[in-house]
């Protein structure tokens, strides 16, 4: 059974701060890695990151995908109020299934 | 371009009512299709997908069905609804290998 399990599960931050959330995952035959974020209704795709692309980039946030541990971090500097959200992080394997974390609740205060 | 409705947006049913919430996806064709159910401030549990017209798989033993008739509609189901059916149910569509793109969803409520 696929499994994908984020931390921490809620964090609070200050306007400015740097905040990292972690995904990990346990997949048969992995496919790529996901992440969203839900701020009211529908998540929003961030990135997708796969064997031939473990590293993306836009503005302020970033991504990383550590094949050997199979994890994936999800950096982003700067933050700003705008940013608070719940991240969600996803894996895909052979078995077509899009499974999902947790979550990690962010919140950024002013 | 692609686009996914689900509806409706929000619902109350009275326990022990009857649920069909539909998912049609446009633009695409023989996509994969997904439910999830989302506790308020967590992550997605995945409740069934789909890889074909007919062809559903279960993730979750429950008090729910899934069914796809045509290639690009979904729709969840429910015979008898349980209190613990209430929450916030997203449908979601995905080629093999890309990013899912979800509807709106609905906010299912069991009184």
């Known amino acids: 059974e696929d499994k994908v399990v984020q931390s921490p599960l809620s964090l609070v931050v200050h306007e400015g701060d740097t905040v990292t959330l972690n995904c990990s995952y346990e997949v048969t035959n992995f496919r790529s890695l996901l992440w969203y974020k839900q701020e009211k209704k529908a998540p929003t795709f961030l990135f997708m990151l796969?064997?031939?692309?473990i590293e993306k980039k836009s503005g302020r946030l970033s991504s990383i995908l550590d094949k050997k541990e199979l994890s994936s971090i999800l950096n982003i500097t700067a933050t700003q109020t705008g940013d608070s959200a719940i991240y969600l992080c996803?894996?895909?394997?052979?078995?077509?299934?899009?499974?999902f974390g947790s979550g990690t609740q962010l919140t950024v205060l002013p | 371009s692609q686009t996914i409705h689900q509806w409706p947006a929000t619902l109350v049913q009275p326990v022990g009512s009857p649920l069909s919430l539909e998912c049609t996806v446009e633009g695409t064709s023989n996509p994969n299709l997904y439910w999830y159910r989302q506790a308020a401030g967590r992550g997605l549990q995945l409740l069934f997908y789909?890889?074909?017209?007919?062809?559903i798989s279960s993730e979750v033993p429950q008090n729910l069905s899934a069914s796809r008739p045509q290639d690009r509609q979904f729709i969840l189901s429910s015979k008898k609804l349980l209190l613990s059916d209430s929450g916030f149910y997203l449908c979601a569509w995905a080629k093999a290998g890309t990013e899912a793109f979800f509807g709106q969803g609905t906010r299912l409520t069991v009184v």
């Open positions: 796969t064997s031939s692309g």
């Open positions: 996803a894996s895909t394997g052979s078995a077509r299934q899009l499974t």
């Open positions: 789909s890889v074909g017209i007919g062809q």
